[in-house]
């Protein structure tokens, strides 16, 4: 199997790809300052003035084309064909969110790229291979080797809509995704895995960074990420743990504590909404950051506090994925037990906090 160069290549390729990712991005938003395409404002949206929403098409770009490079690299013709499905998954996730971007779709119509994309990736043999285990095979589970490709499926289109759920405020999505990725990336790097899957991590995360030199709150935001975007960073950080060779990928469990953060705010407001009669896609102000807004915190403490929890999840997780056998449920349990105790305060104390149940524009928080 290849192996990358750690100490005369790594750094130049993460140089690389942030720089691509930067150039790219800054020139997105001249182009789209100079046309007007500038994110639509309503009653949902907390930002004020015009702000180009096209940034993810810049990090997106950047990645899938050094995605490419590495893959080339490897010069592994049986692994370059098992990451076409793979890319095209890339570009058709990407090109439906800048539609969307554009003029908005139909949630179906949305939902129809969306499972075509996960149907690519299912194709090339990419699923998860383990419950909860890390490092070793899990105890045997009836049914679990036909189980994986549905659980698989219901996850990536899942994840694909569960970080548009948390882009919200400045710089939130992107950084969670940021730590996820390099949390994906630590975990494989450190256990020995082999192959592109690693850069692959380290990369995503390079081309985050620099769109956040543009997105960060400092003082303000200068472009978003889109649908394009959120979508593709959903789809890609719910790929990676599904893409380390020889049944070395993250078990179900260990990449779900690391992305707990926009799943459990996803899992909220589809209950919400099933619970009030609503389409589970109409929107609300009743997300996390939504919450944490109502308890008196600006963007900037939102997304300390946020980001403070993905990297104690991230830790939480890396320990269980180094701890032999049984030992790594501790870690673990520790990790679900913070996540849902966190989101579970911040609920109880937003019901406390606004009067008759209702935000300050008006719409139900629960």
Not at 33 to 53: E, F, S, V
Not at 173 to 190: D, E, K, N, Q, W
Not at 287 to 302: A, E, F, P, V, Y
């Amino acid at each position: 199997m290849w192996e990358f160069p750690l100490t005369s290549g790594f750094i130049p390729l993460i140089a690389a790809v942030f720089l691509s990712s930067l150039g790219l991005v800054a020139l997105i938003l001249k182009v789209s300052r100079r046309m007007a395409w500038y994110d639509h404002i309503n009653d949902r949206k907390i930002h004020t003035g015009n702000i180009p929403r096209l940034g993810g098409l810049g990090f997106a770009a950047a990645f899938i084309v050094w995605c490419l490079v590495i893959t080339l690299w490897i010069a592994d013709v049986n692994y370059g064909f098992r990451f076409l499905p793979v890319l095209a998954a890339l570009i058709l996730v990407l090109a439906s969110g800048l539609r969307d971007d554009f003029k908005p779709m139909a949630a179906r119509y949305k939902l129809i790229f969306q499972i075509g994309a996960a149907l690519c990736v299912l194709t090339a043999g990419y699923t998860f291979k383990r419950i909860c285990i890390a490092g070793s095979a899990d105890p045997d589970i009836p049914g679990w080797t036909l189980l994986r490709y549905p659980v698989s499926f219901l996850w990536i289109v899942g994840m694909t809509n569960a970080v548009n759920f948390i882009d919200g405020v400045d710089g939130l999505a992107g950084g969670v995704s940021l730590l996820a990725a390099l949390t994906f990336g630590a975990i494989f790097m450190f256990s020995g895995v082999s192959g592109a899957v690693p850069l692959f991590c380290v990369c995503l995360a390079a081309a985050i960074l620099g769109f956040l030199v543009f997105n960060a709150p400092f003082p303000r935001a200068r472009i978003f990420m889109g649908d394009g975007g959120a979508y593709f960073l959903g789809f890609t950080l719910a790929l990676l743990p599904l893409m380390g060779e020889d049944g070395q990928g993250l078990p179900v469990l260990h990449a779900a504590a690391i992305l707990m953060i926009p799943i459990l705010d996803t899992t909220a407001a589809v209950w919400r909404r099933l619970r009030d009669g609503r389409r589970i896609d109409s929107p609300d102000r009743s997300h996390t950051h939504h919450k944490l807004m109502n308890l008196g915190l600006s963007s900037r403490r939102i997304d300390a506090l946020l980001f403070v929890l993905q990297i104690i999840l991230g830790f939480l997780v890396y320990a269980s994925s180094r701890t032999p056998a049984y030992l790594s449920l501790i870690p673990l349990a520790l990790a679900y037990l913070g996540g849902i105790g966190f989101f579970t305060l911040i609920h109880f104390l937003n019901r406390h906090s606004v009067p008759a149940n209702k935000s300050p524009g008006g719409a139900e928080t629960g």
